[in-house]
């Protein structure tokens, strides 16, 4: 099916229904490449504090490609997926290197960088450079395969291959100069606030209602067809929340696997019970002044889960092979913690 006629009724609602966002203000190639990055498996409330203060503290892509691991990893601190900060950093330091700072403008050249696959290349040639290329997220795929009526499965690399060539050729023959921006953002848009993944979609509002197959035939509950992900995979763990005085005790993740180079709490495989935590303890030279139980927690990867329980813990000294002891100012300031201990945070002192 031809999307040509999805083109110019989008536009026009997107020039009525456009939200302000923070990116959306300055437009600027590093901008709406940072964002693109913090959106991918994140909310857009979610992101714009993290944007705001992203680019206070790093305002152009030179800045970026100076930054050390610490500032970029506490910068990012919550926001998960942290191989997508330490790629910001490896593409700035080779666009300075290779562009002299300034960001490449073509898809294919995009597509060289760390980090930038098919969509964020598109974001950026066809919002920061008007490349007429498309984006094709998940947001766009239920768009387009509601609106076509299609039961193809959009996990298949196949099927979002063709709606991108589609996509393409229907924006080439089809979108007034200078705006494949303006439509890559409405698609986004639309997906995102009236054909919504979860819950009836608001079709009274949508400007494809006449054209859209689900909508005509009352489809879109089966639509989009998405074969389901393998489970995860549950881990145990137990954590330790260690004070002495004002500190706690942190430790450095290993530089490679999930979350690598981030601080934690100390933590073991399994849930320990309270003998067993004792040894632990004991076998690390801490010794218990007072010792509890702290709340179950869960925290959810793409992968893996982790089930976690807990001991807080006030200890004689501070000490501990591979611990470090922290202040409550100094984690602030320089200890990214990942979000997966959140639960654990109201216990630190
Ligand atoms: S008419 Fe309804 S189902 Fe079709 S694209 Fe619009 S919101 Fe989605």
Redesign the pocket.
Known sequence: MELDGLILPLLSWYQENRRSLPWREDPTPYHIWVSEIMLQQTRIEAVKGYYVRFLAALPNIEALSEADEETLLKLWQGLGYYNRVRNLHKAAVQIVAQYDGEMPGRYDELLTLPGIGAYTAGAIASIGFGECVPCVDGNVL??VK??EGGFEDIANESVKRDVWQRLKSSMEQTLPEGSAGAFNEALME??EV???PNGT???E?????NQ????KKN??QH?PVKSPKKARRIEERTVFVLRCEESVALRKRNEKGLLAGLWELPQVEGHLSEEEAMIWLRERGLEPVTFAKTDPAKHIFTHVEWHMSGYVVDVEAMAGEGLVWTKKADREAGYALPSALDGFLSYLS
């Open positions: 239920r768009v509601r609106y639309l997906g009236i054909c919504i979609p608001l079709c509002k949508c400007p494809l209602a859209c197959v689900a909508h489809l879109w639509l």
